[in-house]
């Protein structure tokens, strides 16, 4: 009935809009579909699942091995795999979670989601890597904290960690929120591990050295791969992967006399998991040689498995003398009160 | 049969709409006062934007205030036009055509008979906002007209124009109005549209009628002092009824004022029958034509243009009723000129028909027909 | 008839949004044994930590808007007074970053105002320094400005549209009785477009309590938490759903209020609208001789640049590869990636179905809500609007935690699904259609329905025939805000994906999240582009934001 110009110009959007959907239906439909029943579900966090994570290759070897299905899903980081663990206690709708680390092992416990298998894999294993006696948890990764530094920027890093409060550091360091991440939370166990009770004065001593305080390690390297400070807490592995991938060597990780803290990855079967005896073989899978090989260039993190190398970038990723760790149930009873105390502190 | 109204109350905080009245088949009723005497409100309620508090609306013996506004076949003129602004002139035209589901045949010969009766042939494919407002009040009535309504309200339409316009557009009005015989009630406070347009004019003022009657009883048989001092200019003494006279051409009186005795002569014209209008409430019917006592104070009210200065010119043997006084100022206003005159402390106001040369002395004598006077209880 | 209207939209609403919602909100409201209890809200409020949170969260939001308005004001001034060309151009652009995700945003802000970002860089290579001059980031003022650059577009466009109608006669009289300048600005100016100010004041000020991204980035820690921040940090983080809640509750009355005042402000602004007509402008190319020209050209400069920078960074970044030895080439490497099909075609095309449906959704479901909150009569029909608008006070954080938690006890599989995620983003984006639907049905004159009605419309028809065609443009415009939403959502989508249903946004954070910053910024340059198609589009199409 009325035709202006600015009509036609709507049904042309209209038009456009039609074929878009349509277009990305077909693409969205085209792409196969793993809607057969799952076989094994796995949640996972996310730079475990992505296309460059360790999932593309170790989840094929799994499936051919058994001739199974496996479901993959990421659900966020360590930390929210965790919770949704937690939010589907009453329903589970995965076998296994993976990501818990030695920190998280408290809660994890306390939330009473997983249920213990001692794999016969294990025995391969060091001692000091298996941090869950009750093996509902089992490890299949470590690595170490360690601040990471820009050497064309820095030429005097600091050798510990009493030293990274020097003032020639002033708002030069990046580091993350406890509450928020695991490296955040790793680093602040660390300083607990080192100073007890005293870190928070540590802490007091430290603040005006940094530059921000991230939510995520992903934020934090991202703002010191664009050099907004020449340092930053991550881990002993961060520069393996420049090397390997970009032929640079200018990142360099930093050990320090106090010793580095140690966190150990690992993964656990849910209680009420729909597929346990199928969960229990992959706990199995991931301390082999075919899965712990896999790691290195796609978590960047130590394999567990002591007989599998690690790859030539890995020189660059030193491994410390002390490694420190703080026993799970003295984390349990005082993590809280550590965290909040630490965030009145950091807030004034 | 037209549109009845009856007993209809609208109550609000601070002003009350009572309404009596009807408007003739055919006939194009104004409805005129000043602003906020509620002519607006009472458009609005006929068309159904609003409920009444009580009382009845009939249409041609039906009653439409039960009715919904979108059902009460009314057509509207609004002030502001209110064209459709997303469709052309065909389209708007054709909008209540489309809602009344007509075919598109029969809608495409209506938009052009109707495109010919406001004479504007060959605008249907134009764009409504390109045009003037003379040509958007057009279309409006069109618009209006289209659906073939039983009664059209207009509400100020040509209040937005300028004088010209406002002229020449009325006058199409009228003439669309008495071609098509379509009931009509027209809401102004333009006096000179009134006395021009209406059939009957209905005085309104805060929110009840005064008077309604036709244009030229309205004017000089004004029922109250408002309605003579709201239409045209007056002259007001204060005076009191001395002598009641009677005479060879009916009743006459005697009324004592500051500039002299006047004499005053009552009609005694019948009332009108049929259906009676009945007037404002705490008004007695006929009060124009009911004399008031000996003795009573009144208000003598005559317009400017009944005073004649030449007794012989006006024809008729005018010994009483002569006033004199200073001119106080004189108004040219070329075809005739104002005089404003003071006597005895009063000011009085002639309009004069052509270029009379006054006295000298600044002093003029002037004369009312004893007719031309009414008076009214009070001061 | 308005209640007829109101059935489908309130079912999908309770069904999509209350349900999933009110699971979540459920445990801010009940104590340890389950039964209903404001104790923990009570005890919330009583607790220092949270008290400076909240007086934190307004504090920061009054001054972000302070300065929002103070930046939007000039513009809002030019845009109104005079026409230039490229206006839709600046209009569009200036528009993308409000619906871009978070991390975009933060992302660009820290490559170009950083300590070691471009404008940094420039100013010190320009004036041979060795530290970084302008150290903005990780304060109080970053949040500060950033909130300001992204929100003041919203300033100009709310305001300029009241500002356009004024005509000038008013401040003509006015000089010709001797007030000019800012006298003339305060006291005849001013009043005239208070209600539109106001209006968009109450807006920002509900964008910038709920900010979330750039407080948390570039404020710099914990001592500039707000509401949202903690909010996400219990809820997502440490699961505790108790104090979220109760938290999330606190901010939802806040910005209730707010909205409330929002609306009734908008009403007014709206009626002020209606009664005025648009004026002729003057090309701003012709002012170019004089000084105020100069200074005008500069100042739509400085703004466009200083908004469009970060984005643009962002764009330069992506045409990048990082090659041997450190060493950064031009190369479209990464558009060949994207193109060449695998994950990241999955993403950018599930981007788009998502948002496509997304606008499908909540067109209509925005619009019938607008409608029915515009024409209704009774009293607290403005609660009402408020409460319609509700979404944009909750996080979407809790939104997603609510898909999840609430329909899990369900046989049938939502989440998951690829509709779970339309209906997240159709709930989150509806807001925003009935905020310009709204404006414009407001603005349509009494006399048009008036007229329309005695022509033999019913509501119906009305509706129909009159109110939907000249909301016309405001559809389109609701349309373009709902597709750009849906396109930068990153909250419930982080939630409700799986690899299949992988979005843009969750794509570029996982980017992120694996050293791949030229993977993300060229994942991100593509949302740009959808969301700057879909406003260009807008402002084709004569559509205006209210």
Redesign the interface.
Known sequence: ??K?R?NQ??RL?AAA?AL??L???A??AA?P??ETEAQLVIYAY??F?????PAPRIIPKFKDKYGVEVQ???V??A??VL??A???K??P?ADIILGIDNNMLSRALEEDVLQSYRSSNLDAIPEQLIFDSTHAVTPFDYGYFAFVYDSEILENPPKSLEELTDPRFRKRIIVQ?P??SSPGLGFLLWTIAVYGEQYLEYWKRLQPN??????????A???F?????PMVLSYTTSPA??VE????E?YRALLFKEGNYLQIEGMGILKGAPHPEMARKFIDFILTEEFQSEIPLTNWMYPVNPDVATPDSFRFAPKPEGSLQLPAEEIRKNRDRWINAW??Q??? | MGLQIRGIEKIYPDFRLELDFQVRQGELLILLGPSGCGKTTTLRLIAGFIDSDSGTLAMDGHRIDTLAAHRRRIGIVFQDYALFPHLNVRDNIGFGLRMQRWSPGDSRRRIEELLHLVSLEGYAKRKVTRLSGGEQQRIALARALAPQPRLLLLDEPLSALDAKLRKGLRIEIRRIQRELGVTTLYVTHDQEEALVLGDRIAVMREGHIEQIDTPERVYNRPANLFVGTFLGQANLLPGRLVRRLGSSDGQMAAVETPVGTLRVRWPDEPVEAAMPDMPAPGQPAHSHHALPAVGREVTVFFRPEHCSVDPQESGKTCSSNRISGRVVRKEYLGSHQLVEVEAQGEHLTLDLAQQKPLSGDGTVTFSVDPSNICLFPGR | MLFVLLLAPAAFLLLFFYFPLGSVLVGGLTDRSGRFSLGIITSLLGDPYYLRIIGFTVWQAILSTLLSVLMGLPGAYLLARYDFRGKRLIQALTTVPFVLPSIIVVLGFVRFFGNNGILNRFLMSLLGLSEPPLRILYSLRAILLAHAFYNFPVVVRIVSSLWRRIHPSTEEAARSLGAHGLRLFWRVTLPQILPALLSAAALVFIFCLLSFAIVLVLGGGPRYTTLEVEVYRLAKVSLDLKTGSALALVGAVISLLFLYAYIKLQQRSSFAERMTEEVERPRLGSMLGSLRGVVYLLYLLFMALVILAPMITVVAYSFQLRSGWGQQAISLEWYRRILSGGPYLRAVANSLFFACMTMLLSLPLGTVLAYVGARSRFAGGRVVEAVMMLPIGISSIILGLGYLKAYQQLPWRIVGSWYAIVFAHTVIAYPFVIRVASATFRKIKSSLTEAASSLGAGPWRLFWYLELPLARSALITGAAFAFGISVGEINASLMLYNERLITIPVMVYRLIGSYNFIGACAMGSVLMLFCFLAFLIIDRAGGEVG
Not at chain 1, 49 to 53: L, Q
């Open positions: 009935m009325y202006t600015s110009l709507s959007l809009v878009a959907a277009f990305a239906a693409t969205v792409t579909v793993a996310d730079s699942v992505a296309e460059w994570g993959v899903v990421s966020g980081d930390g929210q919770n949704r937690i939010l589907e009453d329903n709708k929120d509450r928020t940094l530059l921000t305080i991230t939510d995520g390690w992903d934020t390297y991202g703002m791969t664009s050099g907004e400070a992967y420049h991938y970009e032929q640079t200018r965030v009145k950091v807030s004034r």
